[in-house]
């Protein structure tokens, strides 16, 4: 059983930044992948970024690529995601969740978050 935590969340101007964290409890963190998604109003979840188990392999929706930034702390058993150049079209409730497996299919992971509400104001 893992329970995860998200924070980070805010309102922010656009082009500005933010970090997400993710706080996960257990003592198998290392074990697990972990995969950030977003929900907007009347919209589906969608896929963000997710990170492997190792932190070796990463990936991201290509909207977010090259101003998102997914990492890991296995001290810390925290997972993060740096956001950089924020869009009003970012704005959405933001989840962590723990999989065995870093993909992008949400259906994949087993654990989430409560979430945290990223809003961008124009």
């Known amino acids: 059983q893992v329970q995860l935590v998200e924070s980070g969340g805010g309102l922010v101007e656009a082009g500005g930044s933010l970090r997400l964290s993710c706080a996960a409890s257990?003592?198998?963190?290392?074990?697990?992948?972990f995969g950030w998604f977003r929900q907007a109003p009347g919209k589906d979840r969608e896929f963000v970024a997710s990170?492997?188990?190792?932190?070796?392999?990463?990936r991201y929706t290509d909207s977010v690529k090259g101003r998102f930034t997914i990492s890991r702390d296995n001290a810390k058993n925290t997972v993060y995601l740096q956001m950089n150049s924020l869009k009003p079209e970012d704005t959405a409730v933001y989840y962590c969740?723990?999989?065995?497996?870093?993909?992008?299919?949400?259906?994949?992971?087993?654990?989430w978050g409560q979430g945290t509400q990223v809003t961008v104001s124009s």
């Open positions: 969740a723990a999989g065995s497996y870093y993909s992008t299919s949400p259906a994949q992971y087993d654990y």
């Open positions: 990170i492997s188990w190792s932190g070796g392999g990463a």
């Open positions: 257990g003592s198998t963190f290392g074990s697990y992948a």
